[in-house]
């Protein structure tokens, strides 16, 4: 059963591993016959109706599999399996570009050029399990949009919607679950004064807000998830711009965050080198870890391949590279992806390593 992992398992027993984290996808599902929703995971399907909750019938033809299967669609939320721990002590299921979603629709008239990176809307991402989005934002038409673009500026041809569009998504997501924690990291292209400091006032977003003046400056530990839920500080926000900070407290995030390369030379085996905005990975300096786990371009059908043994040996390199510190974030595209028999869910086969020996 742990065979993607046997070269990880010297990992498990370094006597430093922090044993709780992460469990992205952990999700057993229970049933008996298969038919009528009744498939598990792993089974034969031919629709989606065949599969039990939260499974969905996909295939990967990519990994030489045509015949469909019960796939879990669902991340499994960390704090499910242990709560109260520090926030920086959970892996948390971040997707990137989490806007940029295949069915979107283009601005009237315009015919949109450029990469999607997500399969579904941020609101079946966090119903799903996703509990970071990184998101590109940038002033257009007068308002603040998600947008893919160069050059800091975006084009009606690369624009996807106002951001404040997704942020209420979040914030409905947020109001109907008190208990969870959601991080937002913005690829910050905002000139506006004071522009992202409205948005998210104008989202509804500021009752939830992380005060930057609590978060840990030196490496330490984050307040738990419990005094992060009790005092409502639900919503953790990081900026690429610096000097936002000062102006308008939004968390600088490579201040509080290391990160690898993203885009190809984040995918490349054996290496995890550090992105050049970030410290060294095993600086201790910062306590949170995104590790990036995407092609520089996204391909939807490759994506099921990408997620299975690539990504978790990538979490092994990664996890040595920061001295021995699981990733808090990892960052994919097309998150909902298919795990094969021998591979059945990359962090599910890493909670259950770190558990089960
Ligand atoms: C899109 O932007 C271009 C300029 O970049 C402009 O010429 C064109 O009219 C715009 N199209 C629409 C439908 O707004």
């Known amino acids: 059963m742990l065979s993607c992992f046997s070269d990880h398992r010297s990992l498990c027993r370094?006597?430093?591993?922090?044993?709780?984290?992460?469990?992205?996808?952990y999700l057993f599902n229970i049933s008996i016959s298969c038919s009528d929703g009744t498939c598990q995971l792993l089974e034969s399907c031919s629709a989606s109706t065949d599969c039990g909750r939260s499974l969905y019938c996909g295939n990967c033809p990519a990994l030489g599999k045509t015949q469909p299967i019960c796939t879990r669609g669902?991340?499994?939320?960390p704090t499910a399996f242990i709560g109260g721990l520090p926030f920086n002590k959970y892996s948390w299921l971040v997707t990137h570009n989490s806007f940029s979603i295949v069915d979107a629709p283009p601005l009237p008239g315009?015919?949109?050029?450029?990469?999607?990176?997500?399969?579904?809307?941020?609101?079946?991402?966090?119903?799903?399990?996703?509990?970071?989005?990184?998101?590109?934002?940038?002033?257009?038409?007068?308002?603040?949009?998600?947008?893919?673009?160069?050059?800091?500026?975006?084009?009606?041809?690369?624009?996807?919607q106002p951001a404040i569009n997704t942020?209420?998504?979040?914030?409905?997501?947020?109001?109907?679950?008190?208990?969870?924690?959601?991080?937002?990291?913005?690829e910050d292209y905002v000139h506006a004064p004071k522009g992202l400091t409205k948005l998210f006032a104008n989202a509804g977003l500021d009752k939830y807000w992380f005060p930057v003046s609590k978060m840990p400056k030196k490496g330490e530990d984050w307040p738990t998830v419990n005094e992060m839920v009790q005092a409502n500080h639900r919503l953790l926000v990081f900026?690429?711009?610096?000097?936002?900070?000062?102006?308008?407290?939004?968390?600088?995030?490579?201040?509080?965050?290391?990160?690898?390369?993203?885009?190809?030379?984040?995918?490349?085996?054996?290496?995890?080198?550090?992105?050049k905005?970030?410290?060294?990975?095993?600086?201790?300096?910062?306590?949170?870890?995104?590790?990036?786990?995407?092609?520089?371009?996204?391909?939807?059908?490759?994506?099921?391949?990408?997620?299975?043994?690539?990504?978790a040996e990538m979490v092994g390199t990664c996890y040595k590279a920061a001295g021995h510190v699981m990733?808090?974030?990892?960052?994919?595209?097309?998150?909902?992806?298919?795990?094969?028999?021998?591979?059945?869910?990359?962090?599910?086969?890493?909670?259950?390593?770190i558990w089960i020996e």
């Open 110 to 160: 315009v015919q949109r050029l450029t990469f999607y990176n997500q399969e579904d809307t941020v609101t079946n991402q966090l119903l799903n399990g996703v509990r970071g989005l990184m998101l590109d934002m940038y002033d257009f038409e007068a308002d603040i949009w998600l947008c893919h673009s160069f050059r800091g500026q975006c084009f009606n041809f690369t624009a996807f």
């Open 277 to 311: 905005e970030s410290k060294p990975l095993n600086s201790r300096s910062a306590s949170l870890f995104l590790m990036n786990y995407f092609p520089t371009y996204p391909v939807e059908n490759e994506a099921c391949k990408e997620h299975s043994t690539p990504l």
């Open 239 to 275: 900026t690429s711009v610096a000097s936002k900070e000062a102006e308008e407290g939004i968390a600088y995030q490579w201040k509080y965050m290391v990160e690898n390369e993203a885009g190809d030379p984040g995918v490349k085996p054996g290496s995890c080198p550090n992105r």
């Open 327 to 353: 990733p808090n974030f990892v960052a994919v595209n097309y998150y909902m992806v298919l795990r094969d028999k021998s591979c059945r869910g990359v962090m599910e086969e890493v909670f259950l390593m």
């Open 14 to 25: 370094a006597p430093t591993i922090p044993f709780l984290f992460l469990l992205l996808f």
């Open 74 to 77: 669902q991340a499994t939320i």
């Open 167 to 186: 942020l209420k998504e979040v914030e409905s997501f947020l109001s109907q679950n008190p208990t969870e924690i959601v991080t937002i990291i913005i």
